[in-house]
């Protein structure tokens, strides 16, 4: 078992690395659009034409879809199940929402304070299909250590361009602790999902239903403010979707391997360190950058010690 956490924690930290990449493409996809929400349909519509593209050239990936189908139809996969990529949408009109008023600090911290804690619930409860872990004390000291390392890697971000108080402020801060939340959770049903049909099945059902949530969410924007009147030419700035499908894709069959709680770990190390070389590569290395990383490290090996010892 110690061999299959510690492969699952290197492909947690690749799906962190690739988080943090996507973040950054999609990030100045988003400004030169001057509309985060619609670089993140842009996302998740190329995303979706590859997966098409894939599954138009491959009979084992159709077959794999078929099988998803036939377990909703005879009761083995429920159809909430099929819902982890509203979860991703939310998230990201999360992001459009509350991080002007409240930073990208306090985003940061309460999506991860919603997504760590969470995920021992998630995993109490045996939504992912590596089945129940029980919430020990040394799993909740792992989960503290981890969100301790986020506030200490955040504690120079941006502040907020806006200001807002008192009830304001708490519902503001609401909205991304449900968004981490909603992470765990997406995690978990992704995972039970690629365990019927496989992981691309799982991805494709995934970038559909959050594609079709961001249009939805998008009709508001595009009643008020219309389309963008300029969209970039950089190929760059479209990798986003081709990135997310991998990691989504990985991180369906991670789950089943380490639970929510060490996948939601390793994945936040992997985008702390990947920051840090992005970081380092434009001369803006710091050493509250690198200390948060050694912190969030080392609650991944007390994770996936004490993720370990219930296995036995």
Same mark, same amino acid.
């Given at each position: 078992?110690?061999?299959?956490?510690?492969?699952?924690?290197?492909?947690?930290?690749?799906?962190?690395?690739?988080?943090?990449?996507?973040?950054?493409?999609?990030?100045?996809?988003?400004?030169?659009? %001057?509309? +985060?929400? #619609?670089?993140? &349909?842009?996302?998740? !519509?190329?995303?979706?034409?590859? =997966?098409?593209?894939?599954? *138009? @050239?491959?009979?084992?990936?159709?077959?794999?879809?078929?099988?998803?189908?036939?377990?909703?139809?005879?009761?083995?996969?429920?159809?909430?199940?099929?819902?982890?990529?509203?979860?991703?949408?939310?998230?990201?009109?999360?992001?459009?929402?509350?991080?002007?008023?409240?930073?990208?600090?306090?985003?940061?911290?309460?999506?991860?304070?919603?997504?760590?804690?969470?995920?021992?619930?998630?995993?109490?409860?045996?939504?992912?299909?590596?089945?129940?872990?029980?919430?020990?004390?040394?799993?909740?000291?792992?989960?503290?250590?981890?969100?301790?390392?986020?506030?200490?890697?955040? %504690?120079? +971000?941006? #502040?907020?361009? &806006?200001?807002?108080? !008192?009830?304001?402020?708490?519902? =503001?801060?609401?909205?991304? *602790? @449900?968004?981490?939340?909603?992470?765990?959770?997406?995690?978990?049903?992704?995972?039970?999902?690629?365990?019927?049909?496989?992981?691309?099945?799982?991805?494709?059902?995934?970038?559909?239903?959050?594609?079709?949530?961001?249009?939805?969410?998008?009709?508001?924007?595009?009643?008020?403010?219309?389309?963008?009147?300029?969209?970039?030419?950089?190929?760059?700035?479209?990798?986003?979707?081709?990135?997310?499908?991998?990691?989504?894709?990985?991180?369906?069959?991670?789950?089943?391997?380490?639970?929510?709680?060490?996948?939601?770990?390793?994945?936040?190390?992997?985008?702390?360190?990947?920051?840090?070389?992005?970081? #380092?590569?434009?001369?803006?290395?710091?050493?509250?950058?690198?200390?948060?990383?050694?912190?969030?490290?080392?609650?991944?090996?007390?994770?996936?010690?004490?993720?370990?010892?219930?296995?036995?």
């Amino acid at each position: 078992m110690v061999g299959r956490n510690g492969l699952g924690a290197i492909f947690g930290f690749c799906i962190g690395a690739g988080v943090a990449v996507q973040g950054r493409i999609n990030g100045a996809l988003g400004a030169e659009l %001057g509309d +985060g929400v #619609a670089a993140a &349909t842009i996302s998740f !519509g190329t995303g979706l034409l590859v =997966l098409l593209f894939a599954f *138009a @050239l491959s009979p084992t990936l159709r077959a794999g879809f078929g099988k998803v189908r036939t377990a909703v139809r005879d009761g083995g996969v429920r159809p909430w199940q099929l819902l982890g990529g509203v979860c991703g949408a939310f998230f990201v009109a999360s992001q459009g929402l509350t991080i002007a008023a409240i930073g990208v600090t306090a985003f940061t911290v309460a999506v991860v304070a919603g997504q760590l804690l969470s995920s021992l619930v998630v995993d109490r409860l045996g939504l992912a299909p590596n089945g129940r872990t029980p919430i020990t004390p040394w799993r909740m000291v792992a989960a503290v250590l981890g969100i301790a390392g986020v506030v200490l890697s955040a %504690g120079g +971000g941006s #502040a907020p361009t &806006t200001t807002a108080t !008192g009830v304001s402020d708490f519902l =503001l801060i609401v909205l991304p *602790a @449900l968004a981490g939340i909603g992470l765990a959770w997406q995690q978990a049903v992704n995972g039970r999902v690629g365990a019927v049909g496989g992981p691309f099945p799982a991805t494709l059902i995934n970038f559909t239903v959050g594609l079709i949530a961001l249009c939805l969410f998008n009709v508001y924007t595009l009643l008020t403010t219309g389309l963008p009147t300029r969209f970039p030419t950089e190929p760059w700035l479209y990798l986003g979707g081709v990135i997310g499908v991998a990691f989504i894709a990985l991180a369906a069959i991670t789950v089943g391997m380490i639970g929510v709680l060490l996948l939601g770990l390793t994945s936040v190390a992997g985008q702390l360190v990947a920051a840090m070389l992005l970081d #380092a590569a434009a001369g803006r290395l710091s050493l509250t950058a690198a200390l948060s990383c050694v912190i969030v490290l080392g609650a991944v090996v007390l994770g996936t010690k004490a993720t370990s010892a219930t296995e036995r």
